[in-house]
């Protein structure tokens, strides 16, 4: 069984129609798990309003604490009952075939314990895909690779990734006290620096029409507000790099925001602690500009 996770917060508006998406699959073989990261605009009436209708498939709701969506992820992998996990945020929805199309492709993956799961594409609302599009040689139906491997092949697309589930639940992401965000690479390049690869697939199965003030809309205030998020990031991204000009653009933002975040000793569990420590005073004053940027993008 696969399991729909959403994470929600105050997006009553938008969540009737991935309800609707839904009710509308061709393969109703899903649970949808929600955790409403603290909801005041009338998410829950929804909710039980929806839980008493004959869906076809069950739906768990459950209201949890406001901490942010990872935390909600984390909630959500602990609570699943689906042998695989895919996360569909409030905003989004699926078209018709997606279910049906995510279970038949996790049935022709390799028997290959390096793979964690498949993934299709996500699209704006006029079914154009974002991103750069899927761009490998050969115009391919699909790729076998990892996170980590996805620029080197041209796939620049954003993608709607399907995992399974108990290999997920080994990498719950890390979340910084006083921070509720910490971007979803973090933890799918570790899964790739530890020699998981996803079947990414030319098709459309997810539609994404970003809210404003969203987590697409909002990139410098989300750094503002998880300067620590971001040096997990950079730091993890660090690990994976090749070549001097990559490994210092992503080591100096590691140690900005790091001093962004004033957490100074952090500095030296860079994975380079060595020259994190040498380029300090560098990244010092890189935190300074990205101060002066945030405060001019945000006001």
């Known amino acids: 069984m696969l399991t729909i996770f959403t994470p929600t917060y105050n997006r009553a508006h938008t969540l009737p129609r991935l309800y609707a ?16 990261d603290g ?6 009436g929804l909710f039980e309003q929806w839980a008493g209708k004959d ?3 069950p739906i768990r709701y459950q209201k949890i604490a406001h901490g942010g969506k990872q935390r909600a992820i984390n909630w959500g992998i602990s609570h699943s009952r689906g042998d695989f996990f895919f996360i569909v945020d409030s905003d989004d929805y699926l078209t018709p075939d997606a279910v049906c199309f995510i279970i038949e ?15 299709g594409l996500r699209s704006d609302i006029n079914f154009l895909p974002l991103g750069e599009g ?7 139906p699909w790729v076998d690779a990892s996170n980590i491997e996805r620029k080197r092949i041209g796939l620049s697309a954003d993608m709607a990734e399907v995992f399974i589930t108990d290999i997920l639940r080994k990498y719950p992401f890390p979340v910084w006290n ?12 570790k899964m790739a620096l530890d020699g998981y690869k996803i079947r990414w697939i030319n098709r459309i199965i997810c539609v994404c ?6 987590l697409s809309d909002s990139s410098w205030l989300l750094l503002k507000e998880n300067p620590m998020g971001f040096a997990l990031l950079f730091d ?19 140690l900005s925001c790091c001093f962004l975040g004033k957490e100074w000793r952090f500095i030296k569990k860079s994975c380079t602690p060595f020259w994190a420590l040498v380029l300090s005073p560098v990244g010092f004053f890189l935190s300074r500009r990205r101060m002066r940027q945030i405060n001019l993008y945000i006001q």
Do not use: C, M
Not at 39 to 44: C, M
Not at 178 to 189: A, L, N
Not at 247 to 252: N, V, Y
């Open 209 to 214: 029409d970003y809210q404003k003030g969203g």
């Open 21 to 36: 998406s839904l009710q509308k699959q061709d393969n109703k073989d899903f649970e949808w798990l929600v955790a409403d």
């Open 105 to 119: 492709s996790l049935s022709l993956l390799p028997r290959d314990a390096s793979f964690i799961g498949v993934s």
């Open 55 to 57: 869906n076809g498939f």
């Open 134 to 140: 899927f761009r490998v040689v050969g115009n391919v």
């Open 39 to 44: 909801s005041t605009d009338g998410t829950q």
């Open 236 to 254: 993890t991204k660090l690990r994976s790099a090749k070549g001097v000009n990559k490994r210092l653009h992503f080591l100096l933002n590691f």
């Open 178 to 189: 006083g921070e509720t965000f910490t971007p979803e690479d973090v933890v799918w390049d």
